[in-house]
């Protein structure tokens, strides 16, 4: 053991678990603590660092599911052999950081089931629009090419009463490119009001742009007017189909509240149509754009969900005052997805490929839904939400802290996300987790379900 | 003849025919002057506007040939039905802006060659991608796919020189992209010395992040390193294979010039390493990133002009120390290619395809550069500069201006673009205009010739 080891500056607002397992894990990365060193026991650590037991364990669990440490038999933890990054002089290269080791069962919200994706068909079709479109070598049009975007509009028409035109349509490869692209687009907007807790990614683009989030709390209906109104924030990104991450759907009269807000002056609400495509329990509620009469709503929606993660298809709809604003600033600025993708997706589109599709995974994502929400729920004194739609839901148990839950899971190979991890500034919710289920089989899901059950056992 | 015709209140630093030229378009497009609207003859807006008949002439000749204004025989322009994007109401969609009416021979600098493209091969590789490795469809690195970075370091370090290990690689969609995300990468650097006369796209993209573009002037050898020096920047984009839009190649000296000053203390140096693809009278110059002893080089690339604009994959080589720096800040940034498309370009280069293409466009482009720079040196008084690499070079005429050269040869249906469009402050060259030729037949290159040598007659 180093004689002295390092320790962080507990602060608030984050778990003490998580400020531990972070400082150690960045210690080991910089070399700081030398491959093989041993760590502190168990028992020194929690003395050493002013911490509980269960602190402790929590962060040696994460360190270990995450390849930083290796779990020595009778000899404790020791440091992984990971190449630091930044000690190298400039060509003696850095090696890539340890490949987090494979979780048992990973049950984060990224994930998606690829199952039942019609390779052949999408093989074919690909295939096709290479050989049959000799002309989309040359440069396409900025926003996107137009036969696409003619299809998206239709295909969003039809699926979430969206009303827009496709000239209207900016296609780009993935939501946070284009809303980096949005963020760009409106330099005069120094705050951008925020659902908390909310999408990490979205605080880290405000902040990368140059904006000050402002954290609005969310409720049982999604984020809340009033707050937002005192914020003084004039733009807003909101999760209305399934919240990320609380899941829940925001119900009409609060979208009624939203576009009152938006209407105002200058203000514009950026509609995220997250996990739209999937509803269990009730029909879907069309989207806030097609409410819109006042020209204040961007809306937003991607293709990696619906379809997979490597289709980095993306579309946002702009207000006409900001297209024209659009032409301006981004008229020399290429379209980011190829437009042999952008044609095989068109011919997927129209064709009902994706129709069909849709229909498959929802089906698929019900039963397995339905499966690891029965098993959980069997566990003494956990209670659920926000599982009635999109691919993620809540798992609260009051008798263990939210340490507990994502420190147990990880001795068991199961990779739970704390909620807090989600919070800005809101307390979180106590003793919550956060489950993604869509990447997992049937036969996993039980596996992990039975795994949970041991590991959170009172 | 509206009563009132919306004149520009011109300013320095940019062509009058330039700034009459869009204060006309914007006013066609807004619906100020509504369509079918009478303009004033060229010799009343020659009154009107206190310019000169070829000032006149060059916008009118641009606004005729973009399709803003139809000329009606015997009664002169009239504005164009163009539906107007921001009178609507939200819902009452605008139409497109009237596509640009194609021009019979555009030398603008963007098309390249794609006759020689291997699209069968192209086609199956695809296909082969897609069904050999249904894992694609889940999340890949952010940074790209390891596989296609390896493939990527071999061949820049075959190509270019390039000392770097595949960890150092970001691919993206595209190389503005790719400067947008190193621009949110370095908040600190509140300036970005730039080439001027440089690329238009750079400038906007550091405008976008808050940034001050300083412009440096070119000379011979490129970027001026006492006026970089001066300028107090301690950020610098720099396309030293050919220079846009001059053409010059950096030669040796300056370029360790350049890495010197690198070398100071947090500095950094962009080298876009654009159109080092192509040289045709001597060989090339390995890449500064392999020079550079400190790691303070950002060497970026891309297949969008070697391949084609279609593909969009870029690539950047960072530094170790940004590339901690990346790993933090963009953890959660997804890769915008799509991993088909990261596989199929992979095996395009790894079986020799990409280089076997070089070849042939090579000579391809070579034999285009020749026969257009042949032709039009012949028209007298021409004077051609930075054409032995790349796919674009200068032409100077000193007896005409240059609206003159642009205005005529719009005239003829010939799109060159203007040098001061380029400028940021420095001067530009007079009477000197852009050719690009890479998107024309050599048959189209011949009679282009032919018609601005018509044009551009003593």
Chains 1, 2 share one sequence.
């Not at 199952?115 to 052949?120: C, G, I, R, V």
């Not at 004039?234 to 576009?259: C, D, E, K, N």
């Not at 989207?287 to 990696?304: E, K, P």
Request: proline fraction near 9%.
């Amino acid at each position: 053991m180093p004689a002295s080891f390092p320790l962080p500056v507990f602060h608030e607002g984050e778990p003490l678990y998580d400020q531990l397992y972070r400082h150690i894990a960045a210690a080991i990365q910089s070399g700081e603590v030398p491959p093989g060193a041993k760590l502190p026991s168990k028992r020194r650590l929690c003395a050493l660092a002013g911490v509980s037991m269960s602190t402790v364990e929590t962060a040696y669990s994460l360190l270990a599911a995450e390849g930083y440490v290796l779990a020595k038999p009778r000899s404790g933890y020791v440091a992984a052999d990971l190449l630091p990054l930044a000690a190298h002089a400039a060509h003696d290269v850095p090696q890539p950081p340890a490949e987090p080791s494979k979780w048992k069962y990973d049950c984060s919200t990224s994930a998606v089931d690829v199952s039942a994706f019609p390779f052949s068909s999408w093989a074919r079709i690909t295939k096709e629009a290479v050989y049959e479109n000799p002309r989309l070598l040359q440069p396409g049009h900025p926003q996107g090419d137009l036969p696409l975007r003619a299809a998206l509009a239709d295909l969003l028409a039809e699926y979430r009463g969206v009303k827009c035109s496709p000239e209207q349509i900016v296609v780009g490869a993935g939501a946070d490119y284009l809303l980096s692209l949005l963020l760009q687009l409106l330099p005069e907007y120094r705050e951008i009001a925020l659902e908390d807790p909310g999408y990490p990614s979205a605080y880290a683009a405000a902040l990368r742009h140059g904006k000050t989030p402002a954290p609005i709390p969310v409720d049982g209906e999604g984020m809340d007017p009033e707050a937002l109104s005192a914020s003084g924030a004039r733009l807003a990104y909101v999760t209305p189909s399934h919240q990320f991450p609380l899941g829940v759907t925001m119900p009409a009269g609060r979208r009624s509240r939203l576009l009152h807000w938006a209407g105002a002056e200058d203000h514009y609400l950026i509609e995220d149509d997250y996990d739209s495509e999937f509803r269990y329990t009730s029909r879907p509620i069309p989207a806030m754009q097609g409410l819109d009469r006042a020209g204040r709503v961007v809306y937003m929606g991607t293709f990696s969900r619906s379809i997979a993660p490597a289709i980095r298809v993306a579309y946002m709809i702009l207000p006409p005052a900001l297209l024209e604003r659009y032409r301006q600033t981004f008229a020399h600025t290429a379209c980011t997805v190829s437009r042999f993708e952008q044609e095989s997706l068109r011919r997927f589109l129209v064709r009902g490929l994706y129709g069909r599709h849709l229909r498959r995974t929802g089906n698929l994502y019900r039963k397995k839904n339905a499966l690891f929400t029965e098993k959980l729920a069997e566990i003494p004194g956990v209670t659920l939400s926000g599982q009635d739609a999109g691919l993620h839901f809540l798992l609260t148990l009051p008798r263990l802290t939210e340490g507990e839950l994502v420190g147990r899971a990880a001795a068991k190979s199961v990779r739970v996300s704390p909620l807090s991890r989600y919070c800005h500034g809101a307390e979180a919710r106590p003793s919550t987790v956060v489950l993604g289920y869509a990447g997992l089989t049937e036969g996993e899901l039980t596996e992990a379900a039975e795994l949970l059950a041991e590991a959170w056992r009172p």
